[in-house]
């Protein structure tokens, strides 16, 4: 009914227009862009979503919200590129992928930082998440704030990871991304980058024992047919960046830019409830596909283990905003 009463407002709206000899307004083209799937469990794909209904919903009108899923516009290095130079108007990119432009982002992919999503809510919704997002505007880039990709997990066919020494020996893929390199390294495991689109057929022929990525991703792509543990390890919290290019930004006036950040901080807070909905009932489904699900014993433990890698990385994010991030999950 909602729906039938804004086409009946939107039809007379354009009547009246055309009778006073006015143009009806267009649409302007919002493109919208991310690099998985278009499911209802993608925690990408629920972002775009809701982002288009709720701009929809407060600036009815002004948008015609297009989505590009499934690196239709490019990977996630050539979407930051469209969103500099104005070829992309929004992006949902991998907190991992914005690092490269700027070092203070790998405070996100800290290991064990988080001990919960609501900590990292916490977190990257105030005063540190806004100093980060705060960077990309000297990069033709506004960040608006930071949807829920999930904590990723350590999947493996060498035994269930509950304490840090059940990590060493063991070959996990990761990222080709120094954090993650030097987080497996440190609890004695055998960190192995390798290619995403290799890395199915690896854990099936045994080139690798596991992997870390998060349950959406396990289930998706099939990983119970290939891994038998999946340990709830919460080593990496995976925060989504909400990027709007500048181009697009400044077009709107200042009315509409408060809109647009409204949009988008309902937008997430709808989506990280239906993420983690989403992450209870992906873990009955992993269960009944035959994994092994399991948690960790001490996440204290594991912190302590992979310290070096705080140590290391320190200096490049910036100590005082790495201190208030601490001071922030410790108090």
Same mark, same amino acid.
């Given at each position: 009914?909602?729906?039938?009463?804004?086409?009946?407002?939107?039809?007379?709206?354009?009547?009246?227009?055309?009778?006073?000899?006015?143009?009806?307004?267009? @649409?302007?083209?919002?493109?919208?862009?991310?690099?998985?799937?278009?499911?209802?469990?993608?925690?990408? @794909?629920? /972002?775009? =979503?809701?982002?288009?209904?709720?701009?929809?919903?407060?600036?009815?009108?002004?948008?015609?919200?297009?989505?590009?899923?499934?690196?239709?516009?490019?990977?996630?290095?050539? /979407?930051?590129?469209?969103?500099?130079?104005?070829?992309?108007?929004?992006?949902?990119?991998?907190?991992?992928?914005?690092?490269?432009? !700027?070092?203070?982002?790998?405070?996100?992919?800290?290991?064990?930082?988080?001990?919960?999503?609501?900590?990292?809510?916490?977190?990257?919704?105030?005063?540190?998440?806004?100093?980060?997002?705060?960077?990309?505007?000297?990069?033709? /880039?506004?960040?608006?704030?930071? @949807?829920?990709?999930?904590?990723? =997990?350590?999947?493996?066919?060498?035994?269930?990871?509950?304490?840090?020494?059940?990590?060493?020996?063991?070959?996990?893929?990761? /990222?080709?991304?120094?954090?993650?390199?030097?987080?497996?390294?440190?609890?004695?495991?055998?960190?192995?980058?390798?290619?995403?689109?290799?890395?199915?057929?690896?854990?099936?022929?045994?080139?690798?024992?596991?992997?870390?990525?998060?349950?959406?991703?396990?289930?998706?792509?099939?990983?119970?047919?290939?891994?038998?543990?999946?340990?709830?390890?919460? =080593?990496?919290?995976?925060?989504?960046?909400?990027?709007?290019?500048?181009?697009?930004?400044?077009?709107?006036?200042?009315?509409?830019?408060?809109?647009?950040?409204?949009?988008?901080?309902?937008?997430?807070?709808?989506?990280?409830?239906?993420?983690?909905?989403?992450?209870?009932?992906?873990? &009955?489904?992993?269960?009944?596909?035959?994994?092994?699900?399991? !948690?960790?014993?001490?996440?204290?433990?594991?912190?302590?283990?992979?310290?070096?890698?705080? !140590? &290391?990385?320190?200096?490049?994010?910036?100590?005082?905003?790495?201190?208030?991030?601490?001071?922030?999950?410790?108090?």
């Amino acid at each position: 009914m909602m729906t039938l009463r804004k086409t009946a407002i939107a039809t007379l709206s354009a009547a009246l227009l055309s009778a006073a000899g006015l143009p009806a307004t267009a @649409a302007d083209t919002l493109r919208v862009g991310w690099t998985t799937s278009d499911s209802a469990q993608d925690p990408y @794909a629920i /972002m775009a =979503h809701n982002l288009k209904a709720e701009l929809e919903e407060r600036l009815p009108g002004k948008f015609d919200v297009q989505t590009f899923p499934n690196n239709q516009l490019g990977d996630e290095k050539q /979407m930051l590129e469209g969103l500099q130079y104005g070829t992309l108007d929004v992006g949902i990119i991998t907190n991992a992928t914005i690092a490269n432009l !700027d070092p203070v982002f790998q405070l996100n992919d800290m290991p064990f930082l988080f001990a919960d999503e609501a900590q990292a809510h916490g977190v990257l919704d105030g005063e540190v998440g806004q100093e980060m997002l705060s960077k990309l505007s000297s990069k033709g /880039m506004i960040g608006l704030g930071f @949807a829920e990709g999930g904590f990723r =997990h350590m999947i493996n066919n060498t035994r269930p990871v509950t304490a840090p020494n059940d990590v060493e020996g063991v070959k996990f893929r990761t /990222m080709q991304n120094p954090v993650f390199i030097g987080m497996f390294s440190s609890l004695g495991g055998n960190p192995t980058p390798m290619a995403w689109s290799e890395t199915f057929t690896a854990a099936q022929q045994g080139t690798i024992d596991g992997l870390e990525i998060p349950l959406a991703v396990i289930a998706a792509n099939n990983y119970p047919e290939v891994t038998k543990y999946l340990s709830l390890t919460k =080593h990496t919290y995976s925060a989504l960046g909400i990027i709007v290019s500048e181009r697009t930004f400044g077009k709107l006036s200042e009315e509409e830019q408060a809109a647009f950040k409204a949009a988008t901080s309902a937008a997430i807070e709808k989506q990280r409830a239906q993420v983690a909905e989403a992450s209870a009932a992906l873990i &009955e489904q992993l269960k009944a596909a035959g994994m092994t699900v399991n !948690d960790i014993e001490d996440p204290a433990a594991f912190r302590k283990q992979v310290l070096p890698v705080y !140590d &290391e990385f320190k200096g490049a994010i910036g100590e005082d905003l790495f201190d208030k991030a601490l001071a922030a999950v410790q108090g």
